[in-house]
Each structure stands twice: as C-alpha cells, then as structure tokens.
C-alpha cells in the first residue's frame, strides 16, 4: 500500500507541495497538459533547482496571462492574501468548473473536497453562505493551479494514504485583502481546527502554513504523526520562496507500508495508573471513552509506588480516535500521562443477525474465520430486556435465543 508522509516541520504552502511532488517524481508536463483541459487562463508551469541551507529542492515557477500579457507570479510561502491582477472566483464557481471537468474520480474528490473546506471556512468567518465566497486566496489562477496540480500529481503518483507531521503556522502579522491580521491567518486557523499544531516554531516572523497548505492537511491527511510509519521509497523537496535561517522546504516521503492481512489491523493501546480516582469516577471515565469511539476499556487492579493500590487503565482504540481518546483521558483523569503504543489484532469477521425466539426478537453477533463460523453470542442488550420482561434467568434468556437461532439455520437452504 502506497502512503506519502508530508514533513511540514517549517510549514506548509500548495506551491511547495506541487513542487515536492513534482520533485519525487509526478511528471509535471502531464499535469499541465490535465490543467490546460479546464476553463482556465493561460498560463506556463515550471520547476527549478533551488539551494535552501545546503538543502536541495525544487521551486515552482507559474506564469499567468491576464490582460496585460504573460509574466511570472511570485509563489513565496509567505503570502499577501489577495492577488493583484487576477480576478477572485466565487467558490460556487470553482466547484461546478471541477465538478463538470475531464478528471479522474480520485482527483475529483479530493479537489471538492479542499475548495469545500476553503469555502466554508471563509464563510463562517465573514458570516455568509460557502457557495457565494470569494476565495481571496485560492481565487487567484496560481492557488487553483496548486491544488488541481496536487490532487493531479497525488494520482500520477497513485498515493492513496497521506500522513503528516504536526504543523507550525507562523507568528507576526499577515497583509489581506480585508487588512492586516495577527498569523495564523482567520481562514487558515479555521481549517486548521483538528489539525495538530506544533510545539516547534522556527525563529523566525512570517507565515510558515497558508490557508491552502492548511486545507490540504485538513481534508487530504488520514493520521498525523510525529515521524512517517513504513519503509522510505523515494524522497521529494519543495522550496518556499524566501530565505530563512533554516531550510525553507517542504519533505515528502514515498513510504511503501505492509499491506493488512486478511482479519488483521492496527489499533492503538492507551494506558494509564491511578492510585487516586474514586470508583465513580472510574464508571464516568468509562462511559465517556466507549461513547467517545473506543473499541475497549478494562481496569486492572494494580499496586502501585509506596504500596498504593490503584488501577492500570487500557483503552483499545482505532488510530483516528487514539489521540481524541487520549485528550478525553488526560482531562477526565487525575493521570499526568498516558502511554501509547501501536499493535496489531487478529479479528473474527462479524456480522449481526435478528433472530425470532418465543420471547421476542433478539441480534446475535456471529464471528466467522474463512467462512466458517467459530462464535455465536446473543447481545448483552437483547438478552438483558427480554430477562428483564420475562422474569427469567439471564443464562435461560440466552439459551433460548441460541436454540431459535441454530433453528432458523436449519431451516436454510444449503447452497
């Protein structure tokens, strides 16, 4: 399975991720030939070897054609949001131009899905409904080329998982169209929301993530992480316009990943110790992770420093719910950390079937290896109500529940 890793350690802009992209191996002619298939303005599509601090990488070069002729467009990472010269589009506009456009399915979506994201920021900032936007940022030819040229670039290169580092956004004062703002920008703090940001900020003023980087974190990325997971294939190196004291460039990582075997799959394992929770607090604390998306939570008494006894908290979580039930953890615990690690789980295949009994109808979960069915348990709720409204025993429940579901298999007919 193919995942591209974005480093944005130093931020993020779309030129640099087209140019990245390009330098780890999307073939640039082709993605301007896709492009010059859409009712856009004329324009010309380069890239060229930049030195950024002894760090090689690519920059992109666009040269659009308004009115006054052809001339290059300064793409730098730190942007003035608003683009003399070139006309703002409203983002209904956009959508309907990507949705009636020759493109391949994939790059549809993704494209829809980052000026859906871009849309609906702006309008909630300035309280007006998405489709009537005009995009300051992304209305300009350059910025749709940015992102059409990464959805384009991201299928050539047939990536279908993206994960990236936590994002740094910048800090001092950003020039817009509707005047001058402390960074991160408005449109780019909104998309961002979700986003990890990180606690390493270069020592330097400016905006390090635009509001197109940040929607293609936003929408594009499956899980964020610290360092990319898989084995490194293929390296690319996108260049920001300016010169900083560090490099300023953006690293994509071609990672080729295992890929899951049949019934296997990667959950996240979430632990803690608490020696000072009362037993109130630990039910809460249950409910609350297993309504938050955990697929299990057990306690397990321990002894703990001094003797103290206490308890070892594990949470079973899905990967995009562990740092959710992470934060849940640390803010409705008197822990001070939880502890992390990632491992893999051989699952039955499960399904749920009704079944008709003499005491009403009840689910049974069926678990199967290869087709042939190894678990059959009636479930906890059904068996429960109908106990409950019987006045029987909770195990009589549940053997009659079997007995009707072991008969209505019979009454199948076999294949």
């Known amino acids: 399975m193919k995942t591209l890793h974005i480093d944005c350690t130093f ?3 779309g030129d640099m991720l087209l140019a990245a992209l390009v330098d780890l191996g999307a073939d640039l002619e082709g993605i301007a030939a896709s492009l010059r298939r859409l009712p856009i303005d004329p324009f010309a599509l380069e890239t060229r070897p930049v030195d950024r601090c002894g760090i090689r990488a690519r920059l992109l070069d666009i040269a659009l054609e308004p009115a006054g002729g052809v001339h290059p467009h300064d793409h730098g990472h730190e942007h003035v ?5 070139h006309p703002h589009r409203r983002a209904g506009d956009i959508l309907t131009m990507v949705a009636d456009a020759d493109l391949p399915p994939r790059v549809r979506r993704r494209a829809t899905a980052i000026f859906t994201a871009i849309a609906q920021a702006e309008g909630r900032i300035h309280g007006i409904d998405p489709a009537e ?9 350059d910025s749709i080329i940015d992102i059409l040229g990464v959805c384009l670039a991201l299928e050539a290169l047939d990536v279908e998982t993206i994960t990236a580092t936590p994002v740094p956004v910048g800090y ?6 509707h005047g001058r703002f402390p960074i991160p920008a408005p449109a780019t703090l909104e998309l961002l929301k979700g986003v990890p940001l990180s606690t390493f900020e270069p020592d330097v003023t400016g905006e390090l993530t635009t509001p197109t980087g940040a929607a293609f974190l936003a929408t594009l990325v499956d899980s964020f992480r610290s ?7 293929e390296i690319g190196y996108g260049a920001g316009n300016r010169d900083f004291p560090h490099p300023n460039v953006l690293r994509v990582i071609s990672m080729e990943t295992a890929v899951p075997d049949q019934g296997r799959e990667t959950i996240a394992v979430l632990a803690c110790q608490l020696d000072d929770a009362t037993g109130e607090q630990l039910g809460h604390v249950i409910e609350l992770l297993l309504e938050a998306g955990a697929l299990d939570v057990f306690f397990t008494p321990v002894t703990m420093k001094k003797s103290r006894p206490g308890h070892l908290v594990t949470v079973l979580a899905p990967l995009n719910r562990a740092e959710a039930l992470e934060l849940l953890m640390l803010r409705q615990t008197p ?18 079937e009704t079944v008709e009994t003499p005491l009403g109808s009840a689910r049974v979960k069926i678990g199967s290896l290869e087709g042939e069915t ?3 348990t009636p479930e906890f709720e059904d068996v429960s109500a109908l106990a409950f409204r019987h006045r029987l025993p909770f195990v009589e429940v549940q ?9 209505s298999r019979e009454r199948r007919p076999r294949p």
């Open 11 to 13: 931020g993020i802009a």
């Open 81 to 85: 949001h608003g683009h003399a010269g």
């Open 133 to 141: 936007v005009h995009l300051h940022e992304v209305g300009a030819m």
């Open 172 to 177: 001092g004062v950003v020039s817009m169209a």
């Open 227 to 233: 360092a990319a997971a898989g084995t490194p294939v």
């Open 335 to 352: 822990t001070f950390g939880v502890r992390r690690h990632d491992t893999s789980r051989r699952i039955l295949e499960r399904r749920i």
């Open 374 to 376: 190894l678990r059959t």
């Open 399 to 407: 053997q009659v529940i079997l007995a009707a579901w072991h008969r």
